[in-house]
């Protein structure tokens, strides 16, 4: 009978389908394991294919490969090393020994090597536990209940994605005859979501009286930011280990059979996690340096308008990229508000270059008048007699777009959108076309103004860019003083109603007792109707809030239902 158990629990960021990539990390965190002496490695789920992995994990050729994939990691094992928990979509009811497969059949799987062999497999048995134990857009298929599986002489239950979310699995694995349980999840960033990880995890413990070690994915994917933050419970839940948050990271447990037969673990590593603002600054981060890195991109461009958001976005590239691989553009549109905040484009000017100089990035310059000067010429025969006003600066506010788009694809990076949630979601942003990531797109305008003031008085954790100020006081002050358009109330009273009434579908009774005003709802709810077609071109961005689906509400384009109230 064994009597001590080194587990580590291998925090890692995948990219989604990269499975050569993927197995190489795994391989080098199970080698880093083994020179700490553990017995047993455990990565995330989705941990060798990556996730969301969407309609990837249908397609046969690609779970194929993830079958071969593993079998040439089984066979690493047999060299007297640590076993290894892996986590993989896997076909049908495949188990070692009694093969037999219905194709039809997807599982979030957690599979065993160990001794050159794939020594078991567990599927995830409760596939819709919300954001606990991972997303939801790879639809799995839910598996039976498990039974532990047996790791140098200890019986192990294992509690995959979802699973951790109720006291069911855990219950059927302790009337098993598990010792020990370990999670294996792929859950993404939320406010708060760490902590509540940590709390499901204590009462998964105090229900069983079993210890438990639980490992999350990191990295940023799509829409996802997975956050990391792994952790380790011994009886009674008390924390014993954990992982930082938005950072690949090895944490080794060291457990010991007590005289009861019970398993329990002495203090080790604890890193607190990040909370507030903090926290969502470190997922923008995360989220932007993934979509750059994972898409080959050898850096990014942000479109500077001398305004608050577009110095967050730039303050938030630098930090995940470093200044070097920053480009800003300055590419003001004559006559437009971002040329009018000091009175002057001179003075918008003199913004931009301060947020550069302040965060070591480079500035081009782009004049645009000859181009907007050819553009309403060559148009002016058809605007004659009509008010062109409003189709001249869309067309403006395009063709700034495009001069963007085009430069940032010259120099093969990836274009930065600077909107803002409120913004998109009031169809109120600035042209969009030819951006490739939107890092505000779930950021409210009272968080950007929060966020702005945080870093200025922070450096993050495992940042490239400066210490201290890297937004203009005045930008801020600009920002505070700054008007709603007309008919719309003040930006914490927007960011309000529209959580009431796009995240929590509130009905016009409930906003107004929550005092927003008929006609400020009714206001508000057209803009969003009439700005859904310009939501579906926009490009992606991370979910950093708690709303469960990945994208904004979707609603009817050129639908007739806008009279809310």
Known sequence: M?????????????????????ADRLRAARAEAAARGADLVVCPAAGLSGAPLLDLAALPAFLDAVEATVQALAEDTADGGPALLVGVPWRGDSVPGGLWRDGSKRHNAALLLDGGTIAAVRFQAVTDSGEIGGPEEDRFDSGPMPGPVNVRGVRIGLLVGGDLATGDVAETLVESGAELLVAMLASPFAPGRADERVQVGVARVVESGLPLAVVNLIGGQDERVFDGGSFALAPGGRLVAQAPLFAEHLLLTRWERGDDDGWDSSEAETIAPAEGVEALYGALVLGLHDAVTKSGAPGVAVGLTGGLDS???????????????????????????EAEFAGALADSLDDAAEIVDLLGCRL????????????????APAFAGRDPAVAVDRMHSRLRAATLAALAERMGALLLSSVDRTDRLLGLAPEE?????????????????????????????????????????????????????????????????????????????GLMARGHGAETVTAVWRLVVQAEAGRRRAPPGPQVSRRRAARLRCFPIAGGFTDLM
Do not use: F, H
Request: aromatic residues 2%; proline residues 10%.
């Open 311 to 337: 110095a967050l976005v730039a303050a938030i590239a630098v930090d995940a990229l470093g200044p070097e691989r920053v480009l800003a553009v300055r590419a003001p549109l004559p006559g437009s508000p």
């Open 364 to 379: 081009d310059n782009v004049a645009l008048a000859p181009l907007l000067k050819a553009a309403d010429s060559l148009l």
């Open 2 to 22: 064994t009597d001590r158990l080194s587990i580590a629990l291998a925090q890692i960021n995948p990219a989604a389908g990269n499975l050569a990539a993927n």
């Open 433 to 509: 076309t030819g951006c490739g990531y939107a890092v505000l797109a779930d950021v409210p305008k009272t968080a950007v103004l929060e966020l702005a003031r945080w870093r200025n008085g922070n450096q993050p954790a495992a940042s490239r860019g400066p210490a201290g100020l890297v937004v203009p006081e005045r930008v801020l002050t600009r920002r505070m003083k700054a008007e709603t358009p007309a008919g719309l109330p003040p930006a914490e009273a927007l960011d309000d109603l529209l959580a009431a009434l796009v995240d929590e579908g509130m009905a016009p009774a």
